[in-house]
């Protein structure tokens, strides 16, 4: 009783304070309608018109399925990946009592143990995904922020390496993967690989096509460097090394970071269709092995990658833009 | 220009206490000796002379200021004594030892400020003497300690981004002051500045020259700022860059603002205009381009609508 009489107070102050009008004279709660109102309606409109087209499309693996029907299917991949889990614990725990058993019937003997071998999940698929392009992406950058500070430094590589750069940058990973897939299968032989043949070829895929945005802002940051700023480094008579690392790399580090934003939108857009082609178990598998599955729940599996696929893009942009805006030392960027 | 005081050059004239300033500052040491310094560029048009036969010397805690029209040369100068640029012909000695590239012993203040932005105020003054190889200890106590005397100790943690124009000039003074130079080269330095902070800059730098054993040549284009900070005034001419005069100012010290209407303030700036604007011819065609080059404007309001 008593702590009701005191939420409710609480709870209209709360809704009071929304009414009131802030600095600038519109009240709190038009302007929080005004902000979200938009794309709110946006959302809505695309889902009406989805719904309704949908049902009036029939494939050869039935109608294209709605929005509730993709929202079903997004509950029952989750409610896959939970049931998964539990299998997985029971699994461990018969296994546990298993060794106990064997120990106590065979002591000093080694106990083989199995590896639990369940289908990869959902989720697992996206981590596997999140991993790959990881991997691919640092790889990228690796390369190219080095490559482009030489670039960016030096007139003659930036020349040597520009007409390289502008051949390598549009192609179609469709168009590396087979290359890599021979190189790899080729080279990466080891009779105890410590990764996967589908991840490297995945992950090294990335790599050559997103790489470049990269490579072309950090030469382009480097090289616009205020010379004011190298003037600085000369009159202090810094080494070369000294140079790139307390005064090239701070200062075109704004642009590094949108060079690697983009990047990481090319490479996660690179990933899926690689991991289509080198099944690389992750979400471009997904999508693939669900196209060949074929049965009535594909398409909403599909969809339901679709979203998960522009959802994660997403927010690795925004991850990226975080980091951008911190290089960017008060300058505001887009 | 017609003067208006007298025939006599009254620029030239000197009290007792000025003349015995002067005579007192050319007893000094000398720091900075230039001789017959060229430099002559090689372009598509053929070869131009953007300095030639430069003469002058600066003496221990002078202050100097190099004026002149565009493209006389004056940051060239600067540039070569700095050692970011080579010259071509003649030598520049700094205590005696010709100057060859860069180096700690001579601070340079470029008009664009210059500092890092991703480095706070006080880590943009403690870069030199970390780069020298003082401790991080030390570096602190040496930026803590320009800063005081720049008067942005508040501001040590700010970034550059965060200070106005002036405080942004301070903090470049004091990094390179922090290197303790020999001689402090400016270009411009408060070129960007609006008038009022450029006034209290001024005031500024003499209180920090008048404090400090250093020594200074600033580039301005601003007449009046040369004669209020300097010493001895170098007027360069263009085409090619040559020494037209070396001013020794008469106007005593300690300056303060009230002195720009003083007399040996006004002749001076009556000898500069002379020597930056030889009245006359050049103008002239200056002028009359300027006229010509006067938009002849179409009416767009009612005649009797007149805004004066």
């Known amino acids: 009783m008593n702590t009701t009489t005191q939420l409710i107070p609480s709870v209209w102050q709360r809704l009071m304070a929304l009414v009131q009008t802030d600095a600038s004279g519109e009240s709190v709660l038009r302007k929080f309608l005004g902000g979200i109102a938009p794309p709110l309606m946006g959302i809505i409109i695309f889902l009406g018109i989805w719904h309704v087209s949908a049902s009036g499309i029939h494939t050869s693996l039935g109608t294209l399925p709605g929005p509730v029907a993709v929202m079903k299917q997004a509950d029952n991949l989750y409610q896959e990946y939970r049931n998964e889990q539990v299998r997985e614990a029971s699994f461990h725990e018969r296994q546990k009592n298993r060794k106990a058993e064997f ?14 071998t369940g289908q990869p999940t959902y989720l697992d698929q996206i981590f596997t995904s999140l991993y790959t392009v990881f991997v691919g992406f640092m790889l990228g950058t690796v390369i190219a922020v080095p490559l ?8 003659t590589i930036q020349a040597a390496l520009n007409p390289l750069i502008q051949i390598f940058r549009p192609v179609s990973p469709l168009a590396w993967l087979p290359i890599v897939t021979l190189v790899v299968s080729a080279v990466y032989i080891s009779d105890d690989p410590m990764f996967a043949k589908s991840f490297l070829i995945s992950a090294i895929t990335v790599t050559l096509c997103s790489m470049w945005p990269t490579l072309v802002n950090t030469a382009l940051g480097v090289a616009s460097i205020d010379k004011d700023l190298l003037n600085v480094s000369k009159v202090l008579r810094l080494s070369t090394r000294t140079k ?3 005064i090239v790399i701070p200062s075109s580090l704004k642009l590094i970071f949108t060079g690697m934003r983009l990047s990481l939108g090319v490479a996660w857009m690179v990933l899926i269709a690689a991991e289509m082609l080198a099944q690389n178990p992750g979400l471009g598998k997904f999508v693939w092995d669900e196209f060949q599955n074929g049965s009535s729940q594909s398409l909403e599996r599909i969809m339901v990658a679709v979203f998960t696929i522009g959802f994660v893009g997403f927010m690795l942009d925004r991850t990226m833009h975080s980091l951008q805006q911190m290089a960017s030392f008060g300058q505001r960027t887009e | 220009m017609k003067p208006a005081h007298s025939t006599r050059p009254g620029y030239l004239e000197q009290s007792p206490a000025v003349k015995a300033r002067f005579d007192k500052i050319k007893q000094r040491e000398v720091i900075l000796e230039v001789r017959n310094l060229g430099k002559r560029f090689v372009t598509a048009q053929g070869e131009v002379d953007a300095l030639r036969d430069i003469n002058f010397s600066i003496h221990r805690r002078e202050l100097v200021c190099v004026i002149g029209p565009s493209g006389c040369g004056k940051s060239t100068l600067i540039r070569i004594l700095a050692g970011l640029e080579n010259h071509t012909s003649g030598v520049a000695l700094l205590d005696g030892k010709p100057i060859d590239g860069p180096g700690q012993d001579r601070g340079m203040v470029f008009q664009g400020y210059s500092l890092f932005p991703w480095l706070t105020v006080k880590k943009n003054v403690m870069f030199g003497p970390e780069m020298k190889g003082h401790g991080w200890e030390q570096a602190e106590r040496e930026a803590n300690l320009w800063l005081e ?20 000039q301070r903090v470049a003074i004091a990094r390179a002051l922090v290197n303790e130079p020999r001689i402090l080269l400016m270009d411009e330095p408060f070129g960007a500045l609006d008038a009022q902070t450029r006034a209290k800059m001024q005031s500024h730098l003499m209180e920090i020259w008048r404090n400090i054993d250093v020594t200074i040549l600033f580039i301005t284009h601003d007449l009046d700022e040369a004669i209020y900070l300097a010493d001895r005034i170098l007027v360069l001419k263009p085409n090619p860059g040559e020494v037209h005069e070396l001013i020794e100012v008469p106007v005593p010290r300690p300056r303060s603002p009230a002195q720009f209407s003083s007399p040996e303030f006004l002749a001076t700036k009556a000898r500069l205009e002379e020597l930056i604007h030889p009245a006359a011819k050049a103008e002239k065609n200056e002028a009359e381009e300027e006229q010509n080059g006067t938009p002849h404007l179409i009416r767009f309001t009612n005649v009797n609508d007149n805004v004066e």
Not at chain 1, 148 to 155: A, D, E, R, S, V
Not at chain 2, 149 to 168: E, I
Request: hydrophobic share 35%; charged share 20%.
């Open chain 1, 103 to 116: 120990m106590a019937s065979n002591p000093g003997e080694e106990f083989s143990e199995i590896k639990y």
């Open chain 1, 244 to 246: 790139v690392m307390k």
């Open chain 2, 149 to 168: 005397l720049v008067g942005l100790s508040k501001f040590s943690d700010a970034y550059p981004h965060q200070l106005s124009g002036g405080m942004r």
């Open chain 1, 148 to 155: 482009g500070i030489l670039c960016g430094l030096n007139k």
